[in-house]
């Protein structure tokens, strides 16, 4: 099994980032996908997650407006689009698949800084 996160990196407070992670090894679209993140100094925390044939999103209240999550089964990769994203967005993104009989697999994370 293996997440690979790419897409993150430094962008301006109002600025925009696409996370992409693309997973391999199991069966993606009986998965329930989601980001996580974690700051500095914090626990980590879901930001949102999107369930089998993107039935059904969930968003983080903070997140809610300014991030979308999205799926492409076809290519085994969930997205999340982030907008206006603001300094306290600052953390490591996550990517979890939690598959069909309930195993999490993680992938490695990928650096989102927001910063003037």
């Known amino acids: 099994v293996q997440l690979v996160e790419s897409g993150g990196g430094v962008v301006q407070p109002g600025g925009s980032l696409r996370l992409s992670c693309a997973a391999s090894?199991?069966?993606?679209?009986?998965?329930?996908m989601s980001w996580y993140r974690q700051a500095p100094g914090k626990e980590r925390e879901l930001v949102t997650t999107i369930t089998r044939a993107s039935f059904t999103r969930y968003y983080e209240d903070s997140v809610k407006g300014r991030f979308t999550i999205s799926r492409d089964d076809a290519k085994n990769t969930v997205y999340l689009q982030m907008n206006s994203l603001k300094p306290e967005d600052t953390a490591v993104y996550y990517c979890?698949?939690?598959?069909?009989?309930?195993?999490?697999?993680w992938g490695q994370g990928t650096q989102v800084t927001v910063s003037s």
């Open positions: 979890k698949a939690r598959s069909y009989v309930g195993y999490d697999y």
């Open positions: 090894g199991f069966t993606f679209s009986s998965a329930v």
